[in-house]
C-alpha cells in the first residue's frame, strides 16, 4: 500500500507578500510627509530661539558698552562674550543652513532665511 504524505510548504503566497508591500507603502505615504513637516517646524523653532538669544545678547551688549538704537554692532564679535557658544566657540547657526546678521541695537536679528521658507525663519 502506498502512502502519499500531506506536505504543505512553509511560506508565503506571491499575493501575500504583495498585499504586505502595499501595506507598508501606503503607511510610508502617510508618514513620510509628516516627518518632513515636523522636521522643518523644529528647525525653525530652534532658528526662531537662537534669534531671541542673539537679541538679548545685543541688548545686553548695548547696555554694558553704553550703546544706544541705532549704534552699529560688529557681529558675531561683539556678542560673544554675552552668548552661549556652541562646541565650536562660536554662535549657533541656524539648523536648516541659514546665516543670521545683526547690524545694529535695537533691530532684530535676522536669518538669511527668513521667509523664504515655511515655517518662516523670523521673530514674531
Same mark, same amino acid.
Given at each position: ?13 506571491? =499575493?501575500?507578500?504583495?498585499?504586505? =508591500?502595499?501595506?507598508? &507603502? $501606503? ?42 538704537? &541705532? ?7 561683539? $556678542?560673544?562674550?554675552?552668548?552661549? $557658544? ?10 536648516? &543652513? &541659514? ?8 533691530? !532684530?536679528?535676522?536669518? !538669511? ?9 523670523? $521673530?514674531?
Amino acid at each position: 500500500m502506498k502512502q502519499t504524505k500531506n506536505i504543505r510548504n512553509a511560506g508565503f503566497t506571491l =499575493v501575500e507578500i504583495m498585499i504586505v =508591500v502595499a501595506i507598508i &507603502g $501606503l503607511l510610508a505615504a502617510i508618514a513620510i510627509p509628516n516627518f518632513v513637516k515636523a522636521r522643518a517646524t523644529s528647525q525653525a523653532n530652534a532658528c526662531i530661539n537662537n534669534l531671541r538669544q542673539i537679541d538679548a545678547a545685543a541688548n545686553q551688549f548695548a547696555l554694558e558698552q553704553h550703546k544706544t538704537t &541705532g549704534n552699529a554692532i560688529s557681529f558675531p564679535t561683539d $556678542l560673544t562674550p554675552y552668548i552661549k $557658544l556652541n562646541s565650536a566657540n562660536s554662535i549657533p547657526g541656524c539648523p536648516a &543652513g &541659514g546665516t543670521y546678521a545683526d547690524a545694529t541695537v535695537g533691530a !532684530s536679528p535676522s536669518c !538669511s532665511l527668513g521667509s523664504t521658507v515655511t515655517p518662516a525663519h523670523a $521673530l514674531p
